[in-house]
């Protein structure tokens, strides 16, 4: 009889490369080898006329033949309203995203002879729920249900975790730059051998490997660019030397973390020549990038309220992370350890299988601290006291005054000059001698509230004269005999609803608002 097999996977769905790893109850992860020749495949897909998904290195391999069949780097696009075109079939990113997890299950699953019990895919910590979610719906359209989700610079501290001693309290940063996205976050060793994520992490979605393959690649072309501008872009071999020129620049990035300088070889049709690269002159054009990423990774450890000097170290993940530079700035920058991982490349997966595995909340989210939360929502309800509301209730408390003001005065009026009888209801009644707006308003029905609103969009200094003038009017004036038939006099309610006139934004920002007068109308809002 055989036994079940149990095992819980980690996918790490890379913008260039993707990798997997399954963890078991009785030994530690293990990476899956999706590829021939490595253990992370490249993110390619190519989609086949008989709905067939070929991915990784047997995708690329289409590349020459069917280009528009092949689709690469769509994890960028995820959250991206526009679909990318495949073949002249509309496709989302997320979609492709599924297909690729899909690919990845299967594969594992084929090799272990049983689906596994549980998933974890990560995704980058700049994510928000809109993209988690179309990332979710990719996956469940793929039939991948109940995944467990978390970002990649959590992945890697779990896998840095079993690895490496951390004592409970130690706090750690992590720098992931991989081949399309770059991630920080700062977590803290929990007594339950798991993570608090501590402040807010922070990620640059465009930045990447890919980004500083094409420095190189402009820095050849703009060797040749006139070989390169006479190619034409209709014929087969002209495509395929293009391509592995690429191919070469990115081998010679790679190679310059580890050497001073590369020679780069082209070898398009009717050119033969060498360019050579050095180490400074590639730091030097991407110098500028890797500072923005230094500087978000000291924003995510101010956010956790904490200072360099609070930090055990900086974890480096992530293939890109292996760019000397790398190290040098942050070590300056922040003058802490730097610690690199053992296997860049998968050690997030790895991580997402450790995290899978475990039945307890691996990572964990500590409050944030206070932040002041700024809105650009003219409409939305602040968290301190708007101008407008106080001046809303005060205002329409006004207005109903006036009513009931009004109606006083009528009764007393009227039992003075003998025109209702004993003990007959006072339902009618009309304010003589009184000033021409409040008949008006007694005369015609309409809603105060939207009147006034109209008016102080225009003239607010006038309009709460107007106003409070009646109110006065109708307490203080002396009534005349009546010589026309009672008119009723309707008393509107009062409600809150109003057309907002366009603010000025330089005003609101530089005139300090006045002080609340007793009776004012509602403003705009």
């Known amino acids: 009889m055989l036994r079940a097999v149990v095992y819980q996977l980690g996918v790490d769905l890379g913008t260039t490369f993707t990798a997997a790893a399954v963890h078991r109850t009785s030994t530690s992860a293990e990476v899956v080898a999706l590829s021939p020749r490595s253990a992370p495949v490249p993110s390619v897909l190519y989609l086949g006329e008989d709905s067939c998904v070929l991915v990784g290195e047997a995708a690329e391999r289409r590349a020459v033949t069917d280009p528009e069949r092949v689709v690469r780097e769509f994890k960028r696009r995820i959250g991206d309203p526009t679909p990318l075109m495949v073949a002249g079939a509309p496709r989302h990113a997320h979609e492709l995203a599924g297909f690729l997890a899909r690919w990845v299950v299967d594969r594992v699953s084929e090799r272990e002879g049983a689906p596994p019990d549980r998933i974890a895919v990560t995704h980058p910590a700049g994510w928000g729920p809109h993209k988690r979610a179309l990332l979710a719906e990719g996956l469940t359209t793929a039939g991948l249900d109940e995944v467990v989700f978390l970002t990649e610079p959590e992945a890697a501290a779990v896998h840095y975790a079993s690895a490496q001693r951390i004592e409970p309290g130690g706090t750690i940063a992590v720098y992931d730059l991989g081949g399309g996205t770059f991630d920080t976050a700062v977590l803290r060793r929990t007594e339950s051998a798991g993570f608090e994520l501590l402040g807010r992490p922070e990620g640059i979605e465009r930045l990447g490997g890919i980004d500083f393959d094409e420095v190189v690649f402009d820095h050849v072309r703009a060797s040749i660019a006139d070989v390169v501008d006479e190619l034409d872009p209709e014929d087969p071999v002209a495509v395929a030397a293009v391509a592995r020129l690429r191919r070469d620049c990115t081998e010679a990035k790679e190679a310059l973390s580890t050497d001073t300088e590369v020679t780069i070889p082209v070898l398009l049709p009717g050119t033969r020549a060498q360019i050579r690269l050095v180490r400074a002159e590639f730091e030097a054009m991407i110098r500028p990038a890797l500072v923005d990423t230094v500087e978000a990774l000291r924003r995510t450890v101010r956010s956790a309220g904490l200072e360099p000097d609070d930090l055990a170290g900086v974890l480096l993940v992530g293939g890109s992370s292996r760019i000397p530079l790398v190290a040098q700035l942050i070590s300056t920058e922040l003058g802490r350890p730097v610690a690199v991982d053992t296997d860049q490349s998968t050690s997030v997966a790895t991580g997402a299988a450790l995290a899978a595995?475990?039945?307890?909340?691996?990572?964990?989210r500590a409050e944030?601290?206070?932040r002041p939360v700024v809105t650009t929502a003219p409409l939305s309800v602040p968290r301190s006291r708007p101008r407008g509301g106080p001046k809303i209730v005060v205002g329409a408390a006004g207005i109903m005054a006036i009513g009931v003001a009004a109606l006083a005065a009528v009764a007393w009026t009227d039992r003075s000059t003998g025109t209702t009888a004993p003990g007959e209801p006072n339902q009618t009644a009309t304010v003589p001698n009184a000033p021409a707006e409040l008949n008006v308003r007694a005369t015609v029905p309409h809603n105060p509230v939207t009147s006034s609103a109209r008016t102080a969009s225009s003239t607010p200094t006038s309009t709460s004269a107007s106003v409070s003038k009646?109110?006065?009017?109708?307490?203080?004036?002396?009534?005349?005999?009546r010589a026309e038939p009672p008119t009723p006099v309707v008393v509107p309610p009062v409600t809150t609803t109003f057309s907002p006139p366009t603010p000025s934004a330089t005003s609101s920002a530089?005139?300090?608002?006045?002080?609340?007068?007793?009776?004012?109308?509602?403003?705009?809002?």
């Open 357 to 364: 595995f475990d039945a307890r909340p691996v990572i964990t």
């Open 510 to 525: 530089q005139t300090p608002p006045p002080p609340d007068p007793p009776s004012t109308p509602p403003p705009s809002a």
């Open 368 to 370: 944030p601290p206070t």
């Open 470 to 481: 009646p109110a006065t009017s109708a307490a203080s004036t002396t009534p005349a005999p």
